[in-house]
């Protein structure tokens, strides 16, 4: 087999992987939501705040899942940088609405989902996180 035919299989496969990852992660942002609010004790006024930051989040990371579905060749670098800005800004702007501790919090779980589902779940935030009034500051 020559080495275009087997690059191409294998862009195929991981094409495929991106595909499979995007249908796997069929929780919606009411789900999340919903979660987030049991598992952080938000208030009705918390969780209505959290909503559309949690919608623009999951509209954004479908489009670039969906995007990468196209390309022969997935950059996973590309990938999980692009996806890792993209969980930073939607941190920054949960972080003006919950509390410090309510952010430490899903920051922990979120960071442990993922590294409990490495190689099929979303990219991890390394280093630690401090909140300030203007929002969070990301030690990476």
């Known amino acids: 087999m020559n080495i275009q ?7 195929v496969f991981l094409v495929l992987g991106v595909s499979v990852y995007a249908q796997d992660m069929t929780l919606n942002a009411e789900d999340s939501v919903r979660r987030m609010t049991t598992e952080l004790n938000m208030t009705d006024a918390q969780a209505d705040a959290v909503r559309p930051i949690i919608k623009e989040y999951m ?3 479908d489009a670039i899942l969906q995007e990468m579905q196209g390309d022969l060749i997935v950059n996973h670098a590309v990938l999980k940088s692009t ?16 509390s410090e501790d309510q952010m430490k919090r899903w920051v922990r779980k ?3 989902r ?3 589902n490495k190689g099929g779940g979303e990219s991890q935030i390394e280093g630690g ?6 929002g969070a500051k990301f030690n990476f």
């Open 5 to 11: 035919l087997a690059g191409s299989i294998l862009g």
């Open 59 to 61: 509209s954004k990371r």
């Open 83 to 98: 996806l890792e800005a993209l969980r930073r800004d939607e941190y920054l702007k949960l972080s003006k609405t919950l």
């Open 110 to 112: 979120e960071n442990l």
């Open 114 to 116: 993922a590294s409990l």
């Open 129 to 134: 996180t401090t909140l300030t009034p203007e």
